[in-house]
């Protein structure tokens, strides 16, 4: 079945020890999203890209950067994680190019930061 | 600034009855909601969505009402059943530089008892 699939499932860092979560997706979408999501809140959007155009929200900090090397996969780099940084990460993709298209979420990464 | 509103955090239903989910909106630029399911340890799934020119949209036992003067709108679930029980997001969606940026609320967390 194509899927978003997104490694590892859990994460486990110590505070300020760089981490890389990655997701990958086998339905050849065009735009692969980064959600944030802590307890009891909403999934917070963080950074797109739509095919290779790299597109940042404007309050993701800087800590966060993303990788898209090729369609299939792409990375969140969070370069000194802060225990405020523990969260579960979703991965998302739509097809891109008309409104109104449904995301299709991998399984998500729990981050723990020690 | 939430433009998107569960004000029910959690719900608990009897199984075969209906379950009532709602969802407020503040954007008057949203004209089309989606309801995304997530069950624990999984990512979201679509679940139905309703298009602000029509004020009800049914998918089998799923109904969405739409009252755009209100700003409302609402998932009902008829007959409720055990595998439902899960988070449910009310999403919403704004295209802006080709892209759809997707607002979620927060969720409200559906127990149906058997």
């Known amino acids: 079945d194509a899927m978003v699939i997104q490694n590892p499932r859990y994460q486990v860092t110590q505070f300020g020890k760089p981490v890389t979560l990655s997701c990958s997706q086998t339905l050849n979408h065009n735009v692969m999203y980064w959600y944030q999501q802590k307890s009891s809140q909403a999934p917070k959007l963080l950074f797109h890209y739509y095919d290779k155009d790299f597109n940042n929200e404007a309050d993701t900090p800087d800590n966060f950067q993303s990788r898209r090397p090729n369609t299939s996969f792409c990375f969140l780099d969070i370069r000194s994680p802060g225990l405020g940084d523990a969260a579960m990460y979703l991965c998302a993709t739509s097809r891109g190019g008309s409104t109104n298209e449904k995301l299709f979420f991998g399984s998500g990464t729990q981050l723990s930061v020690l | 600034d939430q433009q998107v509103k569960q004000n029910s955090p959690s719900l608990s239903v009897q199984e075969g009855r209906i379950s009532i989910l709602n969802c407020d909106y503040t954007?008057?630029?949203?004209?089309?909601f989606l309801w995304y399911k997530k069950y624990p340890a999984e990512g979201p799934t679509f679940l139905i969505s309703i298009s602000s020119i029509k004020d009800k949209n049914e998918d089998g036992r799923f109904t969405v009402f739409l009252n755009k003067s209100a700003k409302h709108l609402s998932l009902h679930i008829v007959p409720s059943q055990p595998g439902d029980s899960a988070v449910y997001f009310c999403?919403?969606?704004?295209?802006?530089?080709?892209?759809?940026?997707?607002?979620f609320g927060t969720g409200t967390k559906l127990q149906v008892i058997p």
């Open positions: 999403a919403a969606p704004v295209t802006s530089g080709g892209y759809q940026k997707v607002t």
């Open positions: 954007n008057s630029m949203f004209d089309y």
